[in-house]
C-alpha cells in the first residue's frame, strides 16, 4: 500500500522541486530520447543520480521509457518525452525553449490537462484517505464483539 502523502501530486511536486529534473525535462524536449549514460554525461552527475531523476519523472507521469537492444551487452532504458507536452511542462513551470515549444491549438485544451491531472491527483488522495478509514473502523471493530 502507498503511504498517505506519496500520492502523484507529491510525486509532481517533488520532479518540479528542483532545477536539475527542469532542465532534464527541457533536454530531452530539445535533444529527443536518451539513456541514462547520455543524460549523466549532458549533465555532468553520476549516472545513478541521472536514473533517479528519469525514474522519478517517468513515475510523475512527465517521461516514459522504453527498453532497446544493443549489438553488445544489456538493453538500454531510453527515458523521452513528446513534444506535444511541451505546453504542459510549461504550465508546471518547466522552461522550454522556444523554438521546441509550439504554441497550444487551444488554451482550454491546456486548462483541461492540468485540470485533469488535478483531478485525478486529488481522486487517488480521496481512494487513499478511504482506504485508510476502512483500516481504521476494522481495527476498531477488531478489539470487540459486536
Not at 549489438?71 to 504542459?88: C, Q, S
Not at 491527483?121 to 478489539?143: F, N, P
Request: charged fraction near 30%; aromatic fraction near 4%; proline fraction near 5%.
Amino acid at each position: 500500500m502507498t503511504p498517505l502523502g506519496d500520492d502523484s501530486a507529491t510525486r509532481t511536486a517533488k520532479v518540479l522541486s528542483l532545477p536539475t529534473r527542469a532542465a532534464i525535462l527541457s533536454h530531452l524536449l530539445c535533444s529527443g530520447p536518451k539513456t541514462v549514460k547520455e543524460i549523466a554525461d549532458h549533465f555532468a552527475i553520476h549516472p545513478n543520480v541521472a536514473r533517479a531523476h528519469l525514474e522519478l519523472m517517468a513515475e510523475a507521469g512527465f517521461l516514459s521509457f522504453e527498453t532497446r537492444r544493443r549489438n553488445k551487452g544489456r538493453p538500454a532504458k531510453v527515458y523521452f518525452t513528446w513534444e506535444g507536452e511541451a505546453g504542459a511542462l510549461m504550465e508546471a513551470g518547466v522552461e522550454i525553449p522556444a523554438e521546441h515549444a509550439r504554441a497550444p491549438v487551444d488554451e482550454l485544451e491546456i486548462e483541461v490537462r492540468v485540470l485533469e491531472r488535478m483531478l485525478a491527483d486529488a481522486s487517488h488522495q480521496l481512494m487513499r484517505i478511504k482506504e485508510l478509514i476502512e483500516i481504521a473502523k476494522t481495527t476498531r471493530k477488531g478489539g470487540r464483539d459486536d
